[in-house]
């Protein structure tokens, strides 16, 4: 298992920034992506970004291209979303996840970190 701790979340006016970080703890030998998802009130886990564990391979949603930007330290003990020109409508809990080498699937989940744009 890999163990996941989000932080960095917060408040903040439309077009500012927010940097989440993800504490990456546990069998990290067996992750092949960690992604990024967030879910608004009301509406379904969405995807947000995702990075390749052993390479620099990004992959983004159309709704955060541009804006955001998905990396992970050298080390591998923490991946960070940089948000930037935040809007009312990224408002969400931001959760990042582990999709493992055996299977499709993210199957390990943080706890999550609420982000909150106002207008």
């Known amino acids: 298992q890999v163990q996941l701790v989000e932080s960095g979340g917060g408040l903040v006016q439309a077009g500012g920034s927010l940097r989440l970080a993800c504490a990456v703890s546990?069998?990290?030998?067996?992750?092949?992506?960690m992604g990024w998802f967030r879910q608004a009130p009301g509406k379904e886990r969405e995807f947000v970004a995702s990075?390749?564990?052993?390479?620099?391979?990004?992959s983004y949603a159309d709704s955060v291209k541009g804006r955001f930007t998905i990396s992970k330290d050298n080390a591998k003990t923490t991946v960070h979303l940089q948000m930037n020109s935040l809007k009312p409508e990224d408002t969400a809990i931001y959760y990042c996840?582990?999709?493992?080498?055996?299977?499709?699937?993210?199957?390990?989940w943080g706890q999550g970190t609420q982000v909150t744009v106002s207008s």
């Open positions: 546990g069998r990290t030998f067996s992750i092949y992506k």
């Open positions: 990075i390749n564990w052993n390479s620099d391979t990004t």
């Open positions: 996840a582990r999709r493992p080498i055996t299977t499709s699937q993210y199957d390990s």
